[in-house]
Structure formats: structure tokens, C-alpha cells
């Protein structure tokens, strides 16, 4: 089991930049798939990018160029690196893990979630 804790969240004009962190809490294990999501109200939470122990990565379609999900092993930190924020990327943004598998896939089943950083983007 795992436990994971989200900062790094804010208001910010569009065409800024924020960064996500979530600490990860738990032992030492060679295999995972981190990811971040986001949910906006009235909305179905998506998945945003996800990070595995192979170094794969994957970004959803809306994201891709703007967004970088990277991790700090020293500090057991999965960090999200957003620049160039549209109003549409406004939501709670989470993170979440599965350390069964040493890969990502559409599959996977995320045990564990953060309580989640709301990033608000103005006009």
C-alpha cells in the first residue's frame, strides 16, 4: 500500500506555469505506474499523463506538448510540470498508484489516490 499527498496547485492567468508534486509514501519497490488525473465539476475524471518504472510515459491528447510528468526518486516525488495553462485545464488534479505492475496501460487499476490540488486558470 501506498500514500500520496498532491501540492503545487494554484491560480494562475492563462499562458502560465505551475508544478504538481505528489509525495509518495511507501516501501521501496522497483515497479509502479504513477499517474495524474483531473476532474472539473459536473465532469468524469480523465486521465492526464501516467510514468512507469520502465520510464515510459503517456500523455492525453489535450496536454501533449504542454505538460511533463517526471519523478524525483531521491525525494519520492511524481511531479507534474504544466506550462502554457488554458482555462480548460481547470480542475482538481490527482495523483494515483498501482504498484502490482512495472508498467502503464489503459488498464490499469490505480490502488491508491491523493486527496488533490485544485488548479484554477483564468482568462
Known amino acids: 500500500q501506498v500514500q500520496l499527498q498532491e501540492s503545487g496547485g494554484g491560480s494562475v492567468q492563462a499562458g502560465g506555469s505551475l508544478k504538481l508534486s505528489c509525495v509518495v509514501r511507501?516501501?521501496?519497490?522497483?515497479?509502479?505506474?504513477m499517474g495524474w488525473f483531473r476532474q472539473a465539476p459536473g465532469k468524469e475524471r480523465e486521465e492526464v499523463a501516467t510514468l512507469d518504472s520502465t520510464g515510459s510515459s503517456r500523455y492525453a491528447d489535450p496536454v501533449k506538448g504542454r505538460f511533463t510528468i517526471s519523478k524525483d526518486t531521491a525525494k519520492n516525488t511524481l511531479v507534474l510540470q504544466m506550462t502554457s495553462l488554458k482555462p480548460e485545464d481547470t480542475a482538481m488534479y490527482y495523483c494515483?498508484?498501482?504498484?502490482?505492475?512495472?508498467?502503464?496501460?489503459?488498464?490499469?487499476?490505480?490502488?491508491?489516490w491523493g486527496q488533490g490540488t485544485q488548479v484554477t486558470v483564468s482568462s
Open positions: 494515483a498508484a498501482d504498484l502490482r505492475n512495472a508498467y502503464c496501460s489503459p488498464w490499469t487499476q490505480y490502488k491508491t
Open positions: 511507501a516501501t521501496t519497490s522497483s515497479r509502479y505506474c
